[in-house]
């Protein structure tokens, strides 16, 4: 699948995250959005899945520790195939629903575990990159967590037990958004130095752009031919990216758009739609 193609689907995530929010009238629209294009490089092009079988032993896990991000998880999982049909209104977050609030890997399939309790996705993960050395199996364990969410002490015992057992199969995204659910990440804790912080404790690190889809692939790809030292990938990204009212407005952290709010943000996306698919 070519970057542009890859491009074209993390704009129809986009669209479908804002519909869902919309319409289950709740939901975390801004730090969704912030994903989108490494969601689609990762289920599109990198990991090794198989939909029709969500619990092959082999498959490339991923934990989504930022877990009120899944609405762009689940419009990941409905466009690659998991669901059968396919998902046409997600009710988010409603009472019985199959898409809950944050992900529950009891119910909803292809989702490798239950998260949003902020702070244990690393650690989850580290697990995981460990059992499979143990095992003898080569599949990658991949996570993806927030700035604001290394405030977490737990992540940074994750972090340190992941370097020191040299779990090489473990390759962490920090989206580096730059907010939290209350003021900006650097009002809270002073700076967002993560990179530094991950290179101090052991870890392989890269920081690149995380709405370039080549970027993103080669950063993989650097990371899954690393030996030694688990990875992390820090991604700069735009919280809210592609709704001009919700880029870098930590408003949108957590709130559904009304009814203008929601043409404005479907024209605006479905706009860049278009010129992407030229």
């Known amino acids: 699948m070519t970057n ?5 689907i993390a704009q129809k995530l986009r669209l479908e995250t804002v519909r869902m929010v919309y319409e289950g ?8 959005l912030s994903i989108a294009d490494i969601i ?3 289920y599109f092009q990198e990991m090794n899945l198989d939909p029709q079988n969500p619990q092959w032993p082999d498959r490339d896990r991923l934990i989504l520790s930022k877990g009120h991000s899944c609405p762009v998880l689940y419009a990941a999982l409905n466009e690659r195939g998991y669901f059968q049909p396919k998902v046409e209104h997600f009710r988010l977050r409603q009472l019985h629903s199959m898409f809950q609030g944050h992900p529950s890997m009891h119910n909803t399939p292809g989702l490798d575990m239950t998260s949003g309790s902020l702070g244990n996705g690393i650690a989850i993960g580290a697990g995981m990159a460990f059992a499979a050395k143990v095992q003898g199996k080569d599949y990658t364990t991949y996570v993806i967590c927030g700035d604001g969410e290394l405030q977490e002490g737990v992540c940074w015992e994750g972090i340190n037990m992941a370097a020191g057992r040299k779990l090489d199969n473990l390759v962490v995204f920090v989206d580096r958004n730059g907010w939290q659910s209350y003021k900006s990440v650097e009002f809270t804790v002073g700076q967002n130095n993560i990179a530094d912080r991950f290179r101090a404790f052991g870890w392989h690190t890269q920081e690149i752009s995380g709405h370039d889809i080549q970027a993103i692939r080669s950063a993989i790809h ?11 990938i820090v991604c700069d990204c735009v919280k809210g990216k592609g709704v001009s009212y919700m880029e870098n407005q930590v408003g949108w952290h957590g709130k559904a758009p009304n009814d203008e709010e929601y043409k404005i943000a479907m024209d605006e996306l479905n706009a860049q739609l278009a010129e992407l698919e030229g």
């Not at 542009?4 to 074209?8: K, L, R, T, V």
């Not at 009238?25 to 969704?32: E, L, M, N, R, S």
């Not at 650097?222 to 992390?232: E, L, R, T, V, Y």
Request: charged share 20%; net charge negative.
């Open 222 to 232: 650097i990371a899954k031919s690393h030996q030694g030292s688990p990875c992390c």
């Open 4 to 8: 542009e193609q890859i491009h074209e």
């Open 40 to 42: 689609a490089t990762l």
């Open 25 to 32: 009238k709740d939901g975390h629209p801004g730090p969704a």
